[in-house]
């Protein structure tokens, strides 16, 4: 494995918060900023995501350590638990200009097909509902980006509403806490 894709320094000193039966999810922290550049230079990835050079990674990573530190939530490096390699990342993002926290999930195009997003992702949500106070969670979705729909649709994501976010139109999908769906 490449130093891109070993187990990360922070691994053995954060514990996985979300343990599933194939990945380990624990917080992402500015140890990450390599993998965070790789993940997010790939033309296939940044397709509906940005890039970042390794300024804009650690900014990045500084703010999901900032959100993890104020809300006790946040984005996850993804990882799989049989060998520690870096997957992509997942979590629950708060967004003051929507005041909603959303669901996402950015993995390695070598991750791609093999059910880790949606693995990861519905690890999150469950997670969330179960620490959070919050009525539902979003995913925003580039309309052309398929297979990131096909997950939140899997989790039981619905389109609740358009909107534009990061440069990118987007279709903002919505999980309801179970018991408090949309009438």
Known sequence: ??????PSPARRREPAVIETERL???????????????LHA?????????????????ARLVE???QWAERGHGLCAVELKETGEFLGRCGLNYWDIF????AGWTFRRASWGRGYA???????????FRRLDTPYFTAMIDPANTPSARVAQRLGFTPLREDHFLGHDV?????????????
Request: charged content about 30%; proline content about 7%.
């Open 1 to 6: 494995m490449g130093p891109n894709n070993s």
């Open 24 to 38: 380990l999810l624990r917080p992402l922290t500015r140890d990450d900023v390599d993998r965070m550049v790789t």
């Open 42 to 58: 790939d033309p296939e990835v940044t397709r509906f995501v940005p890039t970042f050079t390794r300024a804009q990674a650690y």
């Open 64 to 66: 999901i350590e900032d």
């Open 99 to 102: 005041d909603e926290v959303e």
């Open 118 to 128: 949606t693995e990861s992702a519905r690890a999150c949500v469950e997670w969330g």
């Open 171 to 183: 279709l903002v999908h919505a999980l309801h806490r179970p018991g408090h769906e949309k009438r």
